[in-house]
């Protein structure tokens, strides 16, 4: 199983970023997906979800309505557009695969800075 993270960088509060996460070494479309991201000093924190069929997605209060999880079964990728960033969103961003309640495998990390 491998989880590949790409697509962070600095931008300015406003910015906007599009994280992806390439799968590989499993059936991606079998399994639930998910976000987190770790702040400097910080535990991780649960971003969004998506279901394994792409039909279902969550997201945190602290995201919810700026950012955007999507996948795409047929490329084994899932992505996440993150909108109207925040300094608070600056973390290292790592997409996890789900197993029953827990996450079994987590990519490398990303990281997302917001600084002006």
Known sequence: VQLVESGGGMVPPGGS????????????????MSW???????????VSAINAGGISTI???SVKGRFTISRDNAKNT????MNSLKPEDT???YCAREEGSS????GQGTQVTVSS
Do not use: V
């Not at 899932?78 to 557009?81: I, K, P, V």
């Open 103 to 106: 996450y079994d495998y987590w």
């Open 91 to 93: 973390a290292l961003y």
């Open 17 to 32: 970023l599009r994280l992806s996460c390439a799968a590989s070494g499993f059936t991606f479309g079998s399994y639930d």
């Open 78 to 81: 899932l992505s996440l557009q």
């Open 36 to 46: 987190i991201r770790q702040a400097p000093g910080k535990g991780p924190e649960w």
């Open 59 to 61: 997201y945190a209060d």
